[in-house]
């Protein structure tokens, strides 16, 4: 089946480390996205990429690094400099016409 | 970038028609306008999209103004399982961007 993958739904860090989310897509999507949500809130854009080596910043793309190296692939790194990282991260891929999220990580940083 | 503006809350009994508008009042020509639902911290779920014409799929319907500053997301007979934040989205045509609105979080009552 094809769809969007993000692992894994749980992550726990400790404060100043480095952590890589991952989101994989086997729907052939050229476009791909990383939002990040917090408690109560909308959808907050992070990075996009709408073609393998190439990305954009979002509105919040502070402390948060992204690569595009696969048409498939999409990994966010949450850094140090990121202040505030606890969140619910979600990842999406879009072609034309068609959007779709995967399920979201949790990171909880303590 | 197109913005979307959405009521923050609405409530619908069980049964009847629920009606989502969102104010899209800047958006140009080839942008589309998508509508997606969050239940409880998942990955949003994908409902329809449109252009310029009405949409209906099994899940919903969507109509557009004529001038296509806002739009209505009908939900011809709403269940419990409705319940829901319910996002309109813009999809700009050239940077394929999704930007996200604030959300109205419907609550369903029996």
């Known amino acids: 089946d094809g769809g969007i993958t993000q692992s894994p739904k749980y992550l726990f860090r400790k404060e100043g480390q480095n952590v890589t989310l991952s989101c994989e897509q086997n729907l052939n999507h050229d476009a791909m996205y990383w939002y990040r949500q917090d408690p109560g809130q909308g959808l907050r854009l992070i990075y996009y990429s709408q073609i393998v080596n190439d990305f954009q910043k979002g509105d919040i793309a502070e402390g948060y690094s992204v690569s595009r190296e696969k048409k498939e692939s999409f990994p966010l790194t949450v850094t140090s400099a990121q202040k505030n990282p606890t969140a619910f991260y979600l990842c999406?891929?879009?072609?034309?016409?068609?959007?779709?999220f995967g399920q979201g990580t949790r990171l909880t940083v303590v | 970038d197109a913005k979307t503006t959405q009521p923050t809350s609405m409530d619908c009994a069980e049964g009847r028609a629920a009606n989502l508008p969102c104010n899209h009042s800047?958006?140009?020509?080839?942008?589309?306008v998508y509508w997606y639902r969050q239940i409880h911290s998942q990955g949003p779920q994908y409902i329809i999209h449109g252009l310029k014409n009405n949409e209906t799929n099994e899940m919903a319907s969507l109509i557009i103004t004529e001038d296509r500053k806002s739009s209505t997301l009908i939900l011809p007979h709403a269940t419990l399982r409705d319940t829901a934040v319910y996002y309109c989205i813009v999809r700009h045509y050239n940077t394929d961007k999704l930007i996200f609105g604030t959300g109205t979080r419907l609550q369903v009552f029996p």
């Open positions: 800047t958006i140009s020509g080839n942008e589309y």
């Open positions: 999406a891929s879009s072609r034309d016409t068609e959007a779709f």
